[in-house]
């Protein structure tokens, strides 16, 4: 009986281990994600060049990207990959809450937007 016991304990302990592990691996991801500037100093604009920013640009999971545009030039939808392709804006994708931080200087700041959906959030 106090074999049985034992393995059982074993076992708890081993999945009690494996879970911190777990956790504590996926905490230190979360920790230290850090928010990527989409386009670097020169922001999401006409006229740039993004394939080559995205091929020198290193994302890892739990990053967040940071759009910074000019809403004069710019809007944020979220749309399926059909209809991106064929530059459809008719059908966003509903339920998104969408927070829009605009600077009331007289100068043009850029527009900042948080797009949040359920589990992920995109800065744009």
């Not at 999971?61 to 991106?84: E, G, I, M, Q």
């Amino acid at each position: 009986m106090d074999h049985s016991r034992s393995q059982r304990n074993s076992k708890f302990s081993a999945s009690a281990l494996l879970t911190l592990l777990c956790v504590a691996l996926l905490a230190d991801g979360a920790l230290a994600a850090t928010t990527v500037n989409v386009g670097g100093s020169s922001g999401w604009t006409l006229g740039y060049n993004y394939r080559t920013w995205a091929s020198t640009t290193r994302v890892k999971p739990w990053d967040a990207l940071f759009f910074k545009y000019d809403p004069r030039l710019h809007n944020v939808l979220l749309v399926s990959k059909a209809d991106f392709d064929a530059c459809r804006t008719t059908a966003p994708w509903p339920n998104i809450h969408l927070e829009r931080t605009t600077s009331s200087s007289p100068s043009q700041e850029p527009t900042t937007s948080s797009v949040v959906l359920p589990g992920i959030v995109l800065l744009a």
